[in-house]
């Protein structure tokens, strides 16, 4: 079976909610992810720090900057890998994932194991 990963982008703003709504919003995630582990389609998965990370580039040197791009209006906020068949497969389990239903955009990518 291929491995897919799913990239959770998220705008460039943190959520807006209490800290109840938040932990909701937590729970959903902990719940889907629980279940896709369940399942035994999960491989891995992590939510990435609430910073913009460093960007390095090669510009004759190699250079580090702060966050992914300055223009960016989305960000990575976290990922997760998970088996299926094909394509089609692993985006019929990203259908389900709370981030799209939370206003995200999810990148699906083929892992290629060299």
Sequence with gaps: M????ML?????QAPAGSPEEMQEI??????WSRKLGESGK?????KLA????RLLRNEGSRVVVDGPFSETKEMIGGFFIVE???YDAAAEVAKTCPH???????ELRQVDNM
């Design 50 to 53: 609430d910073d913009r990370g």
């Design 26 to 31: 937590l729970k959903r995630y902990g719940d």
């Design 100 to 106: 799209l239903e939370l206003g995200g955009t999810i």
């Design 8 to 12: 959770l982008n998220v705008s460039g």
């Design 42 to 46: 999960l491989v891995n998965g992590a």
């Design 84 to 86: 299926a068949e094909n």
């Design 2 to 5: 291929a491995q897919f990963m």
